[in-house]
Antibody, heavy 115, light 112 residues
Framework: EVQLQQSGPELRRPGSSVKLSCKAS????????MHWVKHRPEHGLEWIGWIDPEDGETKYAQKFQSKATLTADTSSNTAYMQLSSLTSEDTATYFC????????WGQGVMVTVSS | DVVLTQTPVSLSVTLGDQASISCRSS???????????LEWYLQKPGQSPQLLIYGVSNRFSGVPDRFIGSGSGTDFTLKISRVEPEDLGVYYCFQATHDPLTFGSGTKLEIK
């Protein structure tokens, strides 16, 4: 059974960074792209970018180019997203989703940025 | 960037009735390989988004045949026949034809 297990909720100060994890089971992450998506109820869903864990190639939406860094560790079958220079605008729930057609999603991780 | 305009913003439907959601793209979503990378997702309250439809009209595994996707080029529609209580939530269209990939702004389905 395919599952994506994301790390727990995070509380961070403005200006700091956070690294989120997404551990896959039931398949090898090298077989599919991994996408990351941001959700804020008042803004809907936003696509952040994808990583190809097989070769580390990444693609980002322009607005996340300097905000997010996607990496993957094939030995642990885990994808990561680091968010830097956090502001209140980064307070959101972040999802990982398996590519092709984004058919399996993690449960989401809530990141709160507050002083 | 491709803009996906969803209408209506919200929809209140009686159980058993049909619901229809439109997704209009600012550019054609047909890729050079002939495939149209248009998908529909449902995000139920407090849950992750779930894939309903991919490639305009293909239902994902386990999705009831009450969900029907159609369209081409720049105009797409999701129809939900015989709406059931578990259908409530926010529906999003999504395109993966053009970079960056983009979501529609969402349509909230409520049950009357």
């Amino acid at each position: 059974e395919v599952q994506l297990q994301q790390s727990g909720p995070e509380l961070r100060r403005p200006g700091s960074s956070v690294k989120l994890s997404c551990k896959a089971s039931g398949y090898s992450i090298t077989d599919y792209l991994m996408h990351w998506v941001k959700h804020r109820p008042e803004h809907g869903l936003e696509w952040i970018g994808w990583i190809d864990p097989e070769d580390g190639e990444t693609k980002y939406a322009q607005k996340f180019q300097s905000k997010a860094t996607l990496t993957a560790d094939t030995s642990s079958n885990t994808a990561y997203m680091q968010l830097s220079s956090l502001t209140s605008e980064d307070t959101a729930t972040y999802f990982c989703a398996r590519g092709g057609a984004r058919d399996y999603w993690g449960q989401g991780v809530m990141v709160t940025v507050s002083s | 960037d491709v803009v996906l305009t969803q209408t209506p913003v919200s929809l209140s439907v009686t159980l058993g009735d049909q619901a229809s959601i439109s997704c209009r793209s600012s550019q054609s979503l047909e890729y050079s390989d002939g495939y149209t990378y248009l998908e529909w997702y449902l995000q139920k309250p407090g849950q992750s988004p779930q894939l309903l439809i991919y490639g305009v009209s293909n239902r994902f595994s386990g999705v009831p045949d009450r969900f029907i996707g159609s369209g081409s080029g720049t105009d797409f529609t999701l129809k939900i026949s015989r709406v059931e209580p578990e259908d409530l939530g926010v529906y999003y269209c999504f395109q993966a034809t053009h970079d960056p990939l983009t979501f529609g702004s969402g349509t909230k389905l409520e049950i009357k």
